[in-house]
């Protein structure tokens, strides 16, 4: 059982490049998310699935796109990377999607040059 | 807005120095406080999670504390291995499993 798991650890990006953050889990959660965690800001969500084939956005959404098209995996994708977008990226997960607690993965550092 | 305020930023221990931190909130209709502990270049990790005022629970040095304003992580006789970043973040009863975090406070435990 490895819980959460997000790919790559760092990456460096150019601006105007696209990626994917990888995110998968093993444990048949529902519900999966990811926020950003900038210095000053605490932790904000930037988009949600509460299952496969449903994802919504969350509080920062903008400039990025996600996709659920398996219960396991939840990708990040950054469409044309801004220097705004450098931050540490987590992945999280929970069984059902009210009240539950949430299980965060190792995070992603991302730098946008 | 739910607004999670989390204080003092920093807190500089001696071993065995007991203190406590502070989560204050505003949440239409708390669902569950949450505390996490977080180690530098890790993801959070849970500790506990709180769902009504004067709810109390306890995992080793550490107790967290509920009223309908604030919640408290009480850190007694910390060690060296307590130092890290301890969130707080709150869930609204309307808003799914989303999570408000506050900025967090850094604990250094010096032995």
């Known amino acids: 059982n490895a819980g959460v798991t997000q790919t790559p650890k760092f990456q460096v990006l150019k601006t105007g490049q696209s990626m994917t953050l990888q995110c998968a889990q093993d444990?048949?959660?529902?519900?999966m998310s990811w926020y950003r965690q900038d210095p000053g800001m605490g932790l904000r969500l930037i988009h949600y699935?509460?299952?496969?084939?449903?994802?919504d956005q969350g509080e920062v959404p903008n400039g990025y796109n996600v996709s659920r098209s398996t219960t396991e995996d939840f990708p990040l994708r950054l469409l044309s990377a801004a220097p705004s977008q450098t931050s540490v990226y987590f992945c999280?997960?929970?069984?059902?999607?009210?009240?539950?607690?949430?299980?965060f993965g190792e995070g992603s550092w991302l730098t946008v040059v | 807005e739910d607004q999670v305020t989390q204080s003092p930023e920093a807190l500089r221990l001696q071993e065995g120095e007991s203190s406590s931190l502070n989560c204050s909130y505003t949440?239409?209709?708390?669902?569950?406080l949450f505390w996490y502990r977080q180690d530098p270049g890790k993801g959070p990790e849970f500790l506990f999670t709180?769902?009504?005022a004067g709810e109390e629970k306890e995992k080793e040095r550490l107790k967290a504390t509920l009223t309908k304003k604030e919640s408290f992580l009480h850190i007694t006789a910390p060690k060296p291995e307590d130092s890290a970043t301890y969130l707080c973040?709150?869930?609204?009863?309307?808003?799914?499993?989303?999570?408000?975090f506050g900025g967090g406070t850094r604990v250094l435990v010096k032995p």
């Open positions: 999280a997960s929970s069984y059902g999607a009210n009240g539950n607690t949430i299980y």
């Open positions: 444990m048949n959660h529902e519900y």
């Open positions: 699935s509460v299952g496969a084939g449903i994802t």
């Open positions: 949440v239409s209709g708390l669902r569950g």
């Open positions: 709180l769902y009504s």
């Open positions: 973040a709150v869930q609204a009863q309307a808003a799914g499993n989303k999570l408000t």
